[in-house]
């Protein structure tokens, strides 16, 4: 039975020679992840079922993200209980903030070399379809999946449909990982792959590095998506080799390809020399733009960072915007990198000065403004030009504030210009 | 098992940050998420509703975030059943497993609106509603599913796996 990528890793942790789309199979899972917001929650049905210890104490990944630096006195509780379990399980991969290897937990897994290609992760935080950048079957669930996932190390799938997305020809400049799947998410809509995998592949893919893979595929979700998934190919194996020597060195890991008579309900060409710098406007995902064409749009604030665009690359799109110049009289542009390693790598490299000369605003790794937490939070009639993953009513604050999500570049021009901006006109 | 209530109704995509606002997930507890729930699309809901209440809505209910607080907030306010076209797939994991009833029903989330009076049944999967006397038929659940919910939740569930029962 031919199979997709996604359904041969899935038959492999399920130890089935094969699976097709619809079964409901339970597979073995390879790492497990919650945050400050997800994990209490799980920690109550973890302790009211009664069991003592998880099921691999090196399997389980805790990251307080979300609200942190504690933003208020309850989140605080949420932080200490995290750390409490963690302490008590003696989890390996808890992450206490400052510690060089903190971030943002779709930030820091990919680059601390904690998922590799063939696995299987499931987290509470709908981003965890991110890693399928690397190979990996991931996905997001909620906190009673996280709990028992965390005593029994698996989890049931149902196999998904899968749609082909075939991406040829080259990206034109300024054009990153977020326009690409901006756009995508604009054609088929947020619910346009609901339950089903992406399976990126083609010509064009050669073209995107793995902080622009990882982009797309943490945001296979906002068109409901299960996962989104590129092959293995020299990219992955560079950057793997760089993240986690000693596990790459063991070949702690594998490659899985689709059959080439794999089914798909539907293949989507992009042709990427032809995507535009793409934003989408309040307050849907889908409701995407050429930027250049809502480029009257006044704005209030500006995020860059988060779990989509907090990586080195976006760093350094952003610093060879500002150079030279200033964010525009009136704009708060809040810069969050994310994870302590790209912030320090941002200090070290003169990142940091670059950003400070043009007037941002410089935080700790968080997820922060992204769903409203803190760090940012929009007044009633407020715009802000955000390179974070989602602009629903309310989303950064108040409820008649507005969201435009866009990539890195029309972000920073953005943030200059003082209104929606191309970096062509910089 | 039978439900009856006055029905709430929304449209297409309502996502977890309208069932429940992130500023306020700095507490998983479901009294606290009750008074918030719907806040930003619709503020008299929590005021409004009802035990036994139901909400219907269009497609992809549920969308965004993996927060297991949006099905808590809406089972604390005392909503029996949502109905929907199609639910997103982490809402739909996360309501099974909560122990919020969900049903899926493209045609009676078309013809179902505010107001109404609208009753069902969990196990035949008929959707009457009362008020306009028609009458819709569910999508029943895969095998499996059932399973978990006959077991009484995905917790319950595991406990017999871990035990060697399943």
């Known amino acids: ?4 990528m996604t359904q041969k890793i899935l038959a492999a942790h399920a130890g089935l020679p094969s699976v097709k789309a619809g079964d409901l199979i339970e597979a073995g899972l390879d790492k497990v992840l919650g945050n400050d917001v997800t994990t209490p929650p799980a920690i109550k049905v973890f302790e009211k079922m009664g ?15 979300h609200f942190t630096p504690n933003k208020d006195i309850k989140s605080a509780e949420l932080s200490k209980c995290v750390r409490c379990f963690a302490a008590e399980q003696k989890l390996s991969h808890y992450y206490e903030l400052g510690e060089k290897g903190m971030g943002i937990e779709h930030v820091i897994l990919p680059d601390n070399g904690i998922v590799f290609p063939g ?11 991110t890693y399928g950048a690397l190979g990996a079957f991931s996905t997001g669930v909620g906190s009673t999946d996280l709990a028992c996932a965390m005593a029994s190390g698996q989890t049931w799938f149902k196999v998904p449909e899968a749609i082909r997305v075939n991406l040829t020809g080259k990206p034109g400049r300024y054009v990153t990982g977020k326009d690409i799947i901006l756009h995508l998410i604009g054609m088929i809509g947020v619910d346009g792959a609901l339950y089903k995998s992406l399976e990126f592949c083609g010509d064009g893919i050669k073209y995107l590095s793995m902080d622009q893979r990882l982009t797309i595929c943490n945001m296979a979700i906002e068109c409901g998506g299960k996962n989104g998934i590129f ?37 989507i060409d992009i042709d990427l020399s032809e995507v535009p710098l793409t934003l989408a406007l309040p307050h849907l995902p889908s ?6 064409d809502v480029k ?10 988060s779990c989509t665009n907090g990586r080195w690359e976006d760093m350094v799109m952003a610093a060879d915007i500002f150079k030279g110049h200033h964010v525009r009289k009136g704009v708060r542009c809040i810069v969050i990198p994310g994870s302590m390693k790209v912030y320090r790598k941002c200090l070290d490299e003169g990142l940091l000065a670059i950003f400070d000369d043009a007037g941002c605003i410089i935080s700790t790794p968080t997820c922060g403004p992204c ?10 009639g407020e715009r802000c030009v955000s390179t974070t993953n989602r602009n629903f009513v309310g989303r950064m604050g108040h409820v008649d504030s507005e969201v435009i999500l866009s990539g890195v570049p029309v972000a920073c021009a953005s943030a200059i210009m003082g209104r929606v901006a191309v970096p062509e006109e910089i | 098992m039978k439900v009856q209530g006055k029905v709430f109704k929304y449209g297409n995509n309502v996502d977890t940050d309208v069932i429940i606002p992130a500023r306020y997930l700095n507490s998983a507890d479901p009294e606290h998420l009750k008074q918030h729930c719907m806040e930003d699309i619709d503020p008299a809901f929590a005021g409004n509703v009802k035990t036994g209440d139901i909400m219907v809505a269009d497609k992809n209910f549920g969308c965004g975030s993996s927060r297991e607080h949006a099905p808590i907030a809406i089972k604390a306010s005392g909503i029996s059943l949502v109905i929907a076209a199609d639910f997103a797939r982490i809402f739909y994991r996360n309501a099974i497993n909560i122990g919020l009833p969900i049903m899926e029903c493209p045609e009676a989330s078309a013809a179902i609106r505010s107001g109404d009076q609208v009753e069902a049944d969990f196990d035949s999967g008929i959707i009457r509603n009362l008020t306009t006397n028609e009458e819709f038929k569910a999508k029943p659940f895969p095998e499996f599913i059932k399973r978990i919910i006959d077991e009484g939740g995905l917790v319950n569930y595991t406990k017999s796996k871990l035990k060697g029962g399943i």
Not at chain 1, 1 to 4: D, H, N
Not at chain 1, 51 to 65: A, E, F, G, M, S
């Open chain 1, 231 to 267: 092959p293995v190919d020299d990219i992955t194996i560079d950057y793997i080799k760089g993240t986690n020597p000693e596990r790459f060195s063991e070949s702690d890991y594998k490659i899985y390809e689709a059959d080439d008579d794999a089914e798909y309900i539907r293949t």
């Open chain 1, 296 to 305: 009257d749009m006044l704005i209030d604030q500006v995020v860059i960072g």
């Open chain 1, 287 to 292: 409701n995407t733009r050429r930027a250049e």
């Open chain 1, 119 to 129: 696995d299987v992760v499931i987290g509470a935080d709908s981003h965890t379809c």
């Open chain 1, 51 to 65: 069991v003592d210890q998880v099921y691999d104490k090196d399997r389980i990944c805790l990251v307080p993200d």
């Open chain 1, 371 to 380: 769903l409203g937490g803190h760090m940012g939070i929009l007044a009633a």
């Open chain 1, 1 to 4: 039975m031919a199979m997709t």
